[in-house]
């Protein structure tokens, strides 16, 4: 894009390690940021959810953009999690595809927020 427009890339997948694989490539290729959705399939507690997006963010210089779709994945971000996530220094925002309200009340004033539409 010939640095006009900032890119990022989805770089979400099941396993803690392919995402952090994944993320690695994003940064190597250029991304300016990576976007990480919850795993799927499983159901992680909130220590594992807290531990795999940290364990991604500090694999990687690039900022990390949490992608919290619980309707495909099964796997929801909770507001208390995400603002303990907060205070990892590259994860800077989060994608819902939920109204953003409550959790820009709570959180809104250290993370970007991006609201997706549902079809």
């Not at 890119?7 to 290729?29: D, E, H, P, R």
């Not at 303990?84 to 953003?100: M, Q, Y």
Request: aromatic share 4%; proline share 5%.
């Amino acid at each position: 894009m010939g640095q006009r427009v900032p890119v990022y890339i989805g770089t979400g997948a099941i396993t803690t390690k392919k995402t952090v694989s994944l993320t690695k490539m994003a940064q190597k290729i250029g991304a300016d940021v990576a976007s990480v959705i919850t795993p799927c399939f499983i159901s992680p507690s909130e220590n594992e959810l807290h531990e795999h997006c940290g364990t991604i963010a500090k694999s990687t210089n690039l900022p990390v953009l949490l992608y919290n779709n619980p309707g495909r994945t099964g796997v929801k971000l909770s507001v208390d999690l995400v603002k303990k996530l907060s205070r990892i220094e590259n994860i800077v925002g989060i994608k819902k595809d939920t109204p953003a309200t409550t959790c820009f009340i709570k959180v809104g004033h250290v993370l970007w927020i991006l609201e997706g539409v549902k079809n």
